[in-house]
């Protein structure tokens, strides 16, 4: 009685430590963003003087106001969910059927093409090669670029063979093939109905990707109708600071300049995070369920 009594209450102390320090790491990840939403509405001198510690101080809008005057951020949010759609559905239609032929057992050479399309994650070809390299095919300053240049991840691709690999038995492959199935209709009606968690964990990691794709469109985009919505917010941010440094002789001017231009900061932030926080609790047990994948069935 006294073994089990100490054992139970070595587990409601280890409960109970693993619960605060939970709540402690929720907070220091949440304390963040609740920080740049409160100063993003905050009064500028109330932000710039330390005041807004977790609830905003004399809420106004001026920050977003500043930053929707811009008549090209609606157009670079456009051009960044239409970038983000098409990049991640090329992405995952890629990764997926990349990752299902080297899950079979008998495809031949498989190690040597996964050692292959392995190389890219730690040798680049470089800026100028790849530039060429666009240039040459034509996609230079076109809509499809970011896609094509984003269209395959071999890190998504072994996560996703993985998963394959570990979820989905071979005797029912094989037995798909008895019946008479083709490969295209195994994917289709077999593999690809199973495989939902993984496919959402890539569509995430790649929305991420195509959505902060910041160096790629500065790049290769250089008409401002086809570029993103992360240009536009650095334009913008740009363009405020160089009025804020301009401004010379009025001292209170230029002070209420540098406290707005900190505000708008935060505003960006906010405008640039705010449509894939709105997606991600969507797909949280979808990630949760993937990242575990390679750490219980390696």
């Known amino acids: 009685?006294?073994?089990?009594?100490?054992?139970?209450?070595?587990?409601?102390?280890?409960?109970?430590?693993?619960?605060?320090?939970?709540?402690?790491?929720?907070?220091?990840?949440?304390?963040?963003?609740?920080?740049?939403?409160?100063?993003?509405?905050?009064?500028?001198?109330?932000?710039?003087?330390?005041?807004?510690?977790?609830?905003?101080?004399?809420?106004?809008?001026?920050?977003y106001k500043m930053v929707f005057k811009s008549e090209w951020i609606l157009k670079g949010y456009r051009n960044s969910v239409i970038y983000t759609l098409g990049g991640t559905l090329v992405n995952v239609l890629v990764t997926f059927m990349a990752a299902y032929a080297l899950s079979r057992p008998n495809l031949y050479g498989k190690k040597f093409i996964t050692l292959f399309l392995a190389i890219p994650m730690w040798f680049g070809g470089g800026l100028i090669p790849t530039f060429l390299v666009v240039k040459n095919l034509h996609l230079n300053n076109t809509p499809f670029v970011l896609i094509v240049l984003g269209a395959f991840s071999m890190y998504n691709c072994l996560i996703c063979r993985t998963y394959i690999k570990s979820n989905i038995l071979e005797q029912l492959i094989e037995a798909s093939r008895i019946d008479g199935c083709t490969d295209f209709r195994i994917i289709w009606q077999i593999v690809l109905p199973l495989s939902g968690p993984i496919l959402a964990i890539i569509a995430l990691f790649a929305a991420l990707g195509f959505w902060n794709d910041y160096f790629n469109a500065l790049i290769y985009l250089d008409s401002r109708e086809l570029q993103t919505l992360q240009l536009f917010l650095r334009e913008i941010l740009i363009k405020q600071q160089t009025?804020?440094?301009?401004?010379?002789?009025?001292?209170?001017?230029?002070?209420?300049?540098?406290?707005?231009?900190?505000?708008?900061?935060?505003?960006?932030?906010?405008?640039?995070?705010?449509?894939?926080?709105?997606?991600?609790?969507?797909?949280?047990?979808?990630?949760?369920?993937?990242?575990?994948?390679?750490?219980?069935?390696?």
Do not use: C, W
């Open 1 to 63: 009685m006294n073994a089990k009594r100490k054992i139970h209450k070595g587990d409601r102390a280890f409960d109970t430590v693993v619960t605060i320090l939970l709540v402690l790491a929720g907070i220091a990840a949440l304390y963040p963003l609740l920080y740049v939403l409160s100063a993003s509405i905050s009064d500028p001198t109330a932000v710039n003087s330390g005041r807004v510690v977790l609830f905003p101080k004399g809420i106004q809008f001026e920050g």
């Open 243 to 298: 009025i804020t440094t301009q401004v010379s002789g009025d001292v209170t001017a230029m002070m209420q300049q540098a406290q707005m231009a900190q505000v708008m900061k935060y505003a960006l932030i906010v405008i640039a995070s705010l449509p894939m926080l709105i997606i991600y609790p969507f797909l949280q047990k979808f990630f949760v369920k993937g990242i575990m994948i390679g750490s219980i069935k390696g």
